[in-house]
């Protein structure tokens, strides 16, 4: 009986690891911290790295918006920011190019040398979630067909700190 009981044991022993089955997986984890002192980046994760699409409305002939959401904080005064370029489309014919206006927290923004200031020193301290948000604005005589690409170049700036 006692040699029966073993070779159950074994048998099932035997069993488990013939049959068992294993799966690994290995990825990796990361992620950002941001400065306390100052910081705008973007809410939501891995966006900013790739195209974004104006997406054309056909029953009304138009072209959507692009709306992202930032994460922004300075500590001792307020946030700025300016474009570096003015921003446009373009399909690469002479004459067709489709302006953007680009708007921040709800301030339009320029290529104009002098920022301007999109979030209070209060909400900055506090620290806020706030829009950019990309339209176009239609040529005269309307869209042309075509494929269209462009580029819209933010500059965000601490502001100086007041004394007081």
Known sequence: MIKQCIALVLLAVAGTEAWGAREEHTFEVSLTIPSRPFYVIPAEPDWIHRPQRLNWDYPTSTLGNVEKNFDVRHDSSAIEARLLLDPYLENGRPGEIIELRVTFNGVELSSHAIPRQVV?????????RVALKI???EPAGGYRPGDYSGNVLLMF?????SAG
């Open 120 to 128: 209070s020193r209060e909400d900055a301290a506090a620290g806020k």
């Open 135 to 137: 339209e176009p604005i």
């Open 157 to 161: 700036n601490a502001g100086t700190p």
